[in-house]
């Protein structure tokens, strides 16, 4: 059995965002070796993973995205409100809108196939729900693409806005979002 210290663990947490007992044990699994725990908590979190989707997205957030005359508001749902405050959860909106806008995916299934951090976004999603436990549904998005300009407005996270202007003044598109 070999000797599993802090900074392994500490080094597995860093790499993989998982629970440090969760680590610890897939350390202790892989007999100390880093890649093999690695290999043994996308397993177990992949589980919570599939656990967790049979569960009711009822809370979500929505972001948006603009670059020039494209634009992009998601919607992407989790069980808790507590969730919709997590970094990593608003990340992921903001990461899938930009490739809403960079892409052009047809819908959420062809979303969900496109890289994202060296995965896929369903990976991505699938890993965030083992580290936090709740499942997580992309649930809709809208592209938008214009000659002119576009202005976004969220309200919380709960409603967005996306609108078509055209004119110098940049404030007058965001009022009118708003």
């Known amino acids: 059995m ?7 663990v500490g080094e597995l947490r860093a790499k993989t965002d998982a629970p440090m007992m969760e680590c610890k044990k897939a350390l202790t699994e892989a007999e100390g070796d ?23 997205t009822a ?17 992407i749902n ?5 969730v919709t405050k997590n970094g990593e959860f608003i990340a992921l909106a ?15 299934a062809a979303l969900s196939v496109l890289s994202l951090n060296g995965g896929t976004v369903d990976l991505a999603r699938k890993e965030l729900i083992g580290r936090i436990g ?14 002119v300009k576009l202005a976004s407005y969220l309200h919380g996270t709960r409603i967005g806005v ?11 598109g965001k009022d009118v979002a708003m």
């Open 2 to 8: 070999a000797l599993i210290t802090a900074a392994q």
């Open 34 to 56: 880093i890649c093999k725990a690695e290999e043994i908590l996308y397993v177990k979190l992949g589980g919570k993973a599939f656990k967790a989707a049979s569960r009711i």
């Open 59 to 75: 809370e979500g957030i929505v972001a948006a995205y603009i670059a020039g005359g494209t634009g992009a508001l998601i919607e």
């Open 78 to 82: 989790c069980e808790t409100d507590f």
């Open 94 to 108: 903001n990461a899938c809108a930009k490739l809403i806008v960079e892409n052009n995916p047809a819908n959420v």
């Open 134 to 147: 709740e499942n997580m549904s992309i649930r809709r998005f809208r592209r938008f693409e214009t000659n």
């Open 162 to 172: 996306m609108v078509e202007y055209d004119g110098a003044n940049e404030q007058v």
